[in-house]
């Protein structure tokens, strides 16, 4: 994910902690005369809650009174971190060599909304950052009255937990506790996601700085397993997921395409719960007849569904395929790669979109 609040540079030590003090005055002048100054001040505060919190991973490590299970993670985290940086030519920065304990499952909790009939997201635009296709809340219980609010406006509304953020190094972002839940690897994936929104963002396009990170976190990790003398990642558990991913993407296509037709208010609906139910279908028959019957995504796949449900896939998985492309023609050469994407991001969002199709057409009868 993408950094939401990204307002000074700095590194870890005498200049965060002035950044303590300037943060919520900065936010509070820059948006000066905004109506949503009470949802900046939240952001302000829960960033600099994160700040304070942070600890060099050394410390903890070498700290026998800390977890031994957390201790070795972390010791471990730091090998995935080395790498990153060493053969992914990933930044190398105090980034992700620092920790802190949060107390809570995910770090923030992003609320993405549509229109009732349209998969465009609502953007929210930030100093620096730019537009993005979401708004993060540090509490639960804020991003479930932001939703309802916006569902009062007839929005489709989700939510979703995250477990990690960049600010895209303009602070050193630590390893948080709620990163290492689901083990070793899923943090190395992690940590090279975030990375790669340090080495090339994009404003105003979340598709290409998600599906770039993406992709990054992917070869990464297949990298990754391969120098630690491991053997691919399960290669049905791969499968399932692209094959979920492409029944999403493909709902979501036929979706926009229903969206462009001129049908009364009620007659869309009908056809848009349709599509929904279609897409759960095909997802049961997949399961059943190629999955063995066993549902990784049946909590997803059986919760009440809307636009704004599908937008994380659009906006995460939609141009992995071209990267992927584009990673292949420059034979695998990092350097190359991220020259190539520096290119796509100069170019204006529709030639970058045009690019991106195009190398995705070429990638299509390999993987097939």
Same mark, same amino acid.
């Given at each position: 994910?993408?950094?939401?609040?990204i307002?000074?540079?700095s590194?870890?030590?005498?200049l965060?902690?002035y950044?303590y003090?300037?943060?919520?005055?900065?936010?509070?002048?820059?948006?000066?005369g905004?109506?949503?100054?009470?949802?900046?001040?939240?952001?302000?505060?829960?960033q600099l809650r994160?700040l304070?919190?942070?600890e060099?991973?050394?410390?903890?490590?070498?700290?026998s009174?800390?977890?031994?299970?957390?201790?070795?993670?972390?010791a471990?985290s730091?090998?995935?971190?080395?790498f990153?940086?060493?053969h992914l030519q990933?930044?190398d920065?105090q980034?992700?060599?620092?920790y802190?304990d949060?107390?809570r499952p995910?770090v923030?909790?992003?609320?993405?909304a549509?229109?009732e009939?349209?998969?465009?997201?609502?953007?929210?635009?930030f100093?620096?950052a730019?537009c993005?296709?979401y708004?993060?809340?540090?509490?639960?219980?804020?991003?479930?009255?932001?939703?309802?609010?916006?569902?009062q406006?007839?929005?489709?509304?989700y939510?979703?937990?995250v477990?990690a953020?960049?600010?895209?190094?303009?602070f050193?972002?630590?390893?948080?506790s709620?990163?290492l839940?689901w083990?070793?690897? %899923? /943090?190395?994936? @992690?940590?090279?996601h975030?990375? !790669?929104?340090?080495?090339i963002? $994009?404003?105003d396009?979340?598709? #290409?700085?998600?599906?770039?990170?993406?992709?990054?976190e992917?070869e990464?990790?297949r990298?990754w397993?391969?120098?630690?003398g491991?053997?691919?990642?399960?290669?049905?558990?791969?499968?399932?997921r692209?094959?979920f991913?492409?029944?999403?993407?493909?709902?979501h296509? %036929? /979706?926009k395409? @229903?969206?462009?037709?001129?049908l !009364?208010a009620n007659?869309?609906? $009908?056809?848009?719960?349709?599509e #929904?139910e279609?897409?759960?279908r095909d997802?049961?028959e997949?399961?059943?007849s190629?999955?063995d019957?066993?549902?990784r995504?049946?909590g997803w796949?059986?919760?009440?569904?809307?636009?704004?449900?599908l937008l994380?896939f659009g906006?995460?998985?939609?141009?992995?395929?071209?990267?992927?492309?584009?990673?292949?023609?420059?034979?695998?050469?990092?350097?190359?790669?991220y020259?190539?994407?520096?290119?796509l991001?100069?170019l204006?969002?529709?030639?970058?979109?045009?690019?991106?199709?195009?190398a995705a057409?070429?990638?299509?009868?390999i993987?097939?």
């Amino acid at each position: 994910m993408t950094g939401f609040f990204i307002l000074m540079r700095s590194s870890h030590g005498a200049l965060d902690r002035y950044c303590y003090r300037l943060v919520p005055l900065l936010v509070i002048l820059l948006l000066n005369g905004c109506s949503s100054v009470s949802y900046y001040s939240q952001l302000a505060s829960g960033q600099l809650r994160l700040l304070q919190a942070r600890e060099p991973v050394s410390r903890v490590v070498a700290d026998s009174s800390r977890s031994p299970t957390l201790r070795k993670q972390l010791a471990r985290s730091q090998q995935a971190r080395a790498f990153a940086s060493e053969h992914l030519q990933l930044p190398d920065n105090q980034s992700y060599r620092l920790y802190a304990d949060i107390g809570r499952p995910f770090v923030v909790w992003n609320v993405f909304a549509t229109p009732e009939f349209s998969l465009e997201p609502q953007t929210h635009c930030f100093p620096i950052a730019g537009c993005v296709a979401y708004r993060g809340y540090y509490s639960q219980s804020a991003a479930r009255g932001a939703a309802a609010l916006q569902k009062q406006q007839g929005l489709d509304v989700y939510i979703g937990g995250v477990e990690a953020y960049s600010t895209l190094g303009w602070f050193n972002d630590p390893i948080l506790s709620s990163m290492l839940g689901w083990g070793d690897e %899923r /943090l190395a994936t @992690l940590i090279f996601h975030e990375l !790669a929104h340090q080495r090339i963002y $994009v404003k105003d396009d979340t598709e #290409f700085n998600e599906s770039f990170a993406t992709f990054v976190e992917q070869e990464g990790t297949r990298q990754w397993r391969a120098a630690r003398g491991l053997p691919p990642t399960d290669a049905k558990l791969t499968r399932q997921r692209d094959q979920f991913t492409r029944l999403v993407l493909d709902s979501h296509r %036929r /979706l926009k395409a @229903l969206y462009a037709q001129p049908l !009364a208010a009620n007659a869309m609906r $009908v056809a848009k719960s349709a599509e #929904f139910e279609r897409l759960r279908r095909d997802y049961r028959e997949l399961r059943d007849s190629q999955w063995d019957g066993v549902g990784r995504y049946d909590g997803w796949i059986n919760t009440p569904m809307n636009n704004a449900k599908l937008l994380p896939f659009g906006l995460y998985d939609q141009w992995v395929p071209a990267f992927a492309a584009i990673f292949q023609q420059v034979g695998g050469n990092w350097l190359a790669f991220y020259r190539e994407v520096e290119r796509l991001g100069d170019l204006s969002r529709q030639e970058r979109k045009t690019a991106l199709v195009a190398a995705a057409v070429m990638l299509r009868p390999i993987t097939q």
